[in-house]
């Protein structure tokens, strides 16, 4: 397969390698941070080093290995310092740049974590959005100004290779297999209503999100394209501290939330509390073109608008128990309690010889109300020796999820002669889902160059989803019976168990990780009052290699190969055939196979003082790749359905930098390139297809003044093929403001999507089936929003404690040119 594109990037990525980036003038200061626990390397801790003659500043960010080098210093005297998430503040007064010695090489200097201390500002300016490594991104929640009073939708369409559909469902650059966890553990929400569950947690509830791209054996296999993991607040300071906050703003949005916190040296207990309540106002229509095998053409034009109102509470709360100085206890739950109504009317007319012969009005309501909850038990343990520990985790999480729904459809024919009828159906869903984690999983050093990582976990999935409908009896006004043919009771049951083993080496500066996932899972669906039972059991071991090279002091490549699976979902295979659409029917199909894929991956990491660069090239290959085909039953109606089509793959480059231009200005930019192929079959009536997209977004911050920063950011999404043709590209812009009124009281707002523009647009081309036709759509996920923000921070601020740290680091500080010796030490891989 030729990839013009990626042969070209390729060509980019390695000139970018033979770069001398840095400039070696002047004298420089280096050195390694590693935790004075465990002696583990810090990775993306900040160092910074300030002339005391002129106040400038210069700074950077320590690799994946713990390692730092600030060079370009001129002679004089300098303030060192040093500071990580969660540690203590390293300062150093007084280093000395002289003629007799401009190179300056740091033994290892060990920070101790602060217990309890969350997040503590130390450098004016903004805290980093977003943490680059070469196989997983981290985005910092709080700093999105453009997604404040929003959702958790609302929040992933900002973080890089991340894209977000007209019906919340989450893709993965690119690809829509990707898998959901909430703080590293499956949850209710990975089931089939993932985006209805996004979109009832506020923004305000998250801390950050981590996106990777292609895990290694130590994560679960499910997710062809990679991992999401969603991290919930848990606010924790030394103390008693809290914050609340509250938004309003246009299409009747209300949210609120609160956060709790209190820490002794015993216990941690923390809590939180959000609540949204929203409109979300869309649109579309639907022009087809049907050549049903004569000289006449049907023409279909169908249009709709719809409101959706969510209102819901999320509640999350925990507690840390010290059980000794080195085992911790963690007891957990998170609540999210919806509801969410749906109104939506619109019209189609039918054409043929140009004359009107039919035209349908719909008039839908539905109401859906659903609680998640998901309680957790952890267990962490380190050993005497540095670098071992023992983790363990007890899961439950359920789901429950009832809708009633009001069909009301009216037909005109005027072809022949003037008729019409009516079609009234009142349907009601009742959905029940429970899910089991059992998980252990273990760390040692092998020797100081080596380790080795071991574990096992099993998860228990059952669902049942009961959705009955009762249509009106003809030539009644409210009397409406059971219809069995339209009604469907599915019970789905599915249990995975597996065990891994990582082992990790470092020679040097090259580094190697090889492992195994060894999965067995059993997957039973059926009809409740059928005797036939759809079985699929299977066992695969799912490998993974990662080799690194660390190039330079500032520069890290690369490679890695992992295979990955994406099982079918209950609604992917229930049998069941849904009417509810009298135009559009829809079923599931029960012998899906999963996908498995093949993902490659080449990384370039690079660090300058103000710039940091991450490049990948990336090839998936899927076997068995699930799609939805449509397909003409009549010269009107069509059914969508799933299907195994043959193979699918996917080449890209990404790229994603963050560039510091000052503590006043920073931008973070993304730019995925991919080509896509398809191979079709032609059984199912989909021909092949293939053809290149991409994607791209850039955030500016701006901090024109110190209490108040700016945010804005666009985003595009081109043009890409999917089975039985293309979707067509898009774009939107949005933008935020943050002033801080004092340390503790700030106020906000922001517009998303500024100019209207967010529309999702597909071409249907379905040419090979019996009866021909094509389509375009469009639809729009919601219109333009606009929400103001005023948030407030009380309690203990930990000024007593702080002073008491920074008493210990004076007096145990010691002088940097009394620490001479080697920087030593290669990037070790971590699988998380």
């Known amino acids: 397969m030729n990839f013009p594109v990626i042969k070209r990037t390729l060509l980019f990525l390695f000139t970018l390698l033979t770069l001398n980036v840095l400039a070696q003038t002047g004298g420089s200061v280096s050195g390694k941070l590693v935790d004075a626990n465990t002696n583990q390397p810090l990775e993306f801790a900040s160092v910074s080093i300030t002339n005391k003659a002129d106040n400038t500043t210069k700074g950077i960010q320590t690799d994946l290995s713990g390692n730092f080098k600030i060079d370009g210093l001129k002679d004089g005297t300098y303030t060192f310092k ?7 503040t390293f300062t150093q007064e007084n280093v000395q740049i ?18 309890g201390v969350l997040k503590e500002v130390v450098v004016t300016g903004q805290r980093s959005q ?14 999105s100004l453009v997604s404040q009073g929003g959702s958790a939708t609302d929040l992933l369409t900002n973080v ?40 009832s947690i506020p923004a305000s509830a998250i801390e950050n999100i981590e996106v990777i791209t292609n895990p290694s054996s130590k994560y679960d296999a499910e997710g062809q394209s990679g ?91 925990g507690i840390d128990i010290n059980l000794d100085s080195k085992s911790v206890l963690t007891l957990s739950d998170n609540i999210n309690i919806r509801d969410r109504d749906r109104f939506q009317n619109g019209g189609t007319g039918i054409t043929r010889n140009s004359a009107l012969t039919q035209r349908l009005n719909q008039n839908n309501v539905s109401s859906n109300s659903g609680t998640n909850f998901d309680l957790n038990a952890d267990f962490s343990h380190k050993y005497k020796k540095p670098g071992q520990e023992l983790t363990a985790n007890v899961g439950y999480s359920s789901q429950k999820e009832d809708g009633d729904e009001q069909l009301l459809t009216s037909y005109n024919f005027y072809v022949p002669a003037l008729s019409d009828s009516l079609f009234r159906q009142n349907n009601f869903t009742r959905g029940r889902q429970r899910n089991w984690n059992l998980q252990a999983d273990y760390t040692t050093p092998l020797t100081k160059d080596s380790k080795l990582e071991a574990g096992y976990r099993s998860t228990f999935n059952r669902n049942d989803n009961d959705f009955r409908a009762f249509a009106l009896i003809d030539g009644t006004q409210d009397q409406f019976v059971y219809d069995a043919t339209r009604s469907n009771n599915l019970l789905y049951n599915e249990q995975v168990h597996a065990v891994y083993t990582n082992y990790q080496r470092q020679f040097g500066r090259f580094g190697v990780q090889v ?9 039973r669906s059926r009809l409740a009052g059928s005797t036939q039972e759809f079985k699929q059991d299977y066992f695969r071991p799912y490998p993974s290699v990662f080799l690194s090279d ?61 710039l940091t660069l ?177 948030s407030y921070r009380f309690g203990s601020n930990g000024s007593e404690q702080k002073r008491k740290r920074n008493q210990d680091q004076d007096n145990g500080g010691g002088n940097l040119d009394d620490m001479g010796g080697g920087m030593g030490g290669g990037a070790m891989l971590r699988s998380n």
């Open 82 to 88: 040093a500071t990580f998430l969660g540690y203590l």
């Open 98 to 115: 002289t003629p007799a010695k401009r190179v300056i090489q740091l033994a290892a200097i060990k920070i101790k974590p602060a217990k």
């Open 130 to 143: 977003i943490k680059l490594s070469t196989d997983k991104k981290v985005f910092s929640v709080d700093q």
């Open 160 to 199: 890089p290779s991340v894209q977000v559909d007209v019906e919340g469902n989450v893709a993965l650059r690119g690809s829509n297999n990707v898998r959901v966890l909430v703080n590293g553990k499956p949850s209710a929400i990975s089931g089939g209503s993932v985006s209805d569950i996004l979109q």
């Open 227 to 317: 991992i999401i993991n969603i991290i919930l607040k848990r606010n924790a300071q030394l103390g008693f501290n809290g914050s609340v906050a509250g938004t309003i703003g246009n299409q009747k949005q209300r949210n609120a939330s609160l956060n709790l916190a209190y820490q002794t040296s015993a216990v941690n207990i923390f809590g939180n509390y959000s609540y949204r309540k929203a409109n979300r106002i869309g649109n579309g229509y639907t022009n087809r073109i049907t050549y049903p095998g004569t000289d006449t053409a049907i023409f279909q034009n169908q249009e709709s608008d719809q409101t959706f109102k969510f209102n819901s509470h999320n509640i999350r709360t």
């Open 515 to 523: 492992g195994v996932r060894l999965e067995d899972a059993h997957i």
């Open 550 to 610: 660390k190039l330079t002091e500032n520069q890290t490549l690369q490679l890695s190969y992992t295979r990955r699976v994406s099982r079918p979902r209950d609604r992917q295979l229930n049998p069941f055939l849904d009417r509810s659409d009298p135009l559009n029917y829809q079923q599931g199909n029960p012998s899906l196979r999963p996908e498995d894929t093949h993902a490659f991956e080449l990384s370039y990491i690079n660090y300058w003082n103000a």
């Open 614 to 790: 991450t490049s990948s090239l990336y090839y998936r290959y899927t076997n068995e790749n699930i799609q939805q085909v449509r397909l003409p039953l009549d010269s009107v109606r069509t059914i969508t359905q799933f299907a195994n089509i043959n193979s699918a793959a996917n080449a890209g480059y990404e790229l994603i930098a963050k560039l510091t231009a000052s503590s006043k200005f920073d931008l973070t930019g993304n730019v995925n390139v991919y080509y896509r192929d398809i191979k079709g079959d032609p059984a199912l009536f989909v021909p092949s297809s293939s053809g290149y997209a991409f994607n791209g977004n850039l955030t500016a911050n701006i901090k024109p003044i110190k209490k108040l920063g700016i945010q804005l950011r666009g985003d595009y999404q081109g043009k890409q093929v999917i089975a039985q043709g293309y979707s067509k590209a898009l774009y939107g812009f949005d933008g935020g403001v943050r002033y801080d009124i004092t340390k503790a009281l700030n106020i906000s707002g922001n517009v998303r999507d500024i100019f209207n523009t967010r529309r999702f647009g597909s071409i249907i081309n379905n040419t090979t089936v019996n009866v021909p036709y094509t389509s375009e759509s469009y639809r729009r996920f919601s219109f333009r929003t606009i929400s103001f923000t005023i």
